[in-house]
Each structure stands twice: as C-alpha cells, then as structure tokens.
C-alpha cells in the first residue's frame, strides 16, 4: 500500500464530508424519517414539519454526500438510505450524547 497517506486523506475529507452533512439537526430528522419507511420528498417534509422546497434542499445535500438514494417510482421520486449501518451510526452517538446530559445532570445533584 504505498498510497496509504493519499487514501487516509480520501477517508478522512469523505468523513468530513458525511459529517458536515449531519451538522443540520433537520438533515437526521430526514435520515431517521426515511430509515423507517422509504418516502417521497412531500411525505417527508410533512413528517418532520418543513416545507417541501427546504426538504428538497436537504435531500440533495444528503444525496450528494452518499447518504440517501433517489429512485423513480412513476412520477415521484422515493428516497432511501444508501446504508442502513448510517442509523446504527447515529444512535450510537445518541446514546453517547445521552451519557454525557446524565453526567452533567448528575453533578447539578451535588
């Protein structure tokens, strides 16, 4: 492997990428609405409560680093994520998240 430094640096900007794509609170909401059920971009801007223009926005952006996938079903398009392992991903880090609220929680009780 004598490209290792070229394709940590290739790991390490996709991993920037897909993280700065999560920087957007209604960006997860999307990702968790369409780990439940594929979704057409209407359904989805209905279930997390933004309009269907600023949904469109969002899904392209997730499109774009890999996340989601668009597929034409007749006249509207279904969005599904492009690897499940994405939600595993991010409840894991809820669940650090929710760790780290009780701790501070915790030290408020002394």
């Known amino acids: 492997m004598e490209d290792t430094p070229g394709l940590e ?3 390490t900007q996709l991993h920037a990428d ?3 794509a999560l920087a957007d609170p209604r960006r997860i909401l999307l990702l968790y ?8 971009v209407s359904d989805l801007a209905i279930d997390i409560g933004i309009s269907q223009p600023a949904a469109s926005r969002h899904l392209k952006i997730l499109r774009e680093r890999g996340l989601v996938q668009a597929i034409r079903r007749g006249a509207s398009v279904e969005y599904n994520l492009a690897d499940h392992r994405l939600i595993d991903a991010l409840d894991l880090l809820r669940t650090v998240l929710r760790d780290r609220i009780a701790y501070r929680a915790s030290l408020l009780d002394h």
Request: proline share 7%.
């Open 9 to 11: 640096r290739e790991v």
């Open 33 to 40: 609405a369409i780990s439940e059920s594929p979704r057409n």
């Open 18 to 20: 897909i993280c700065s």
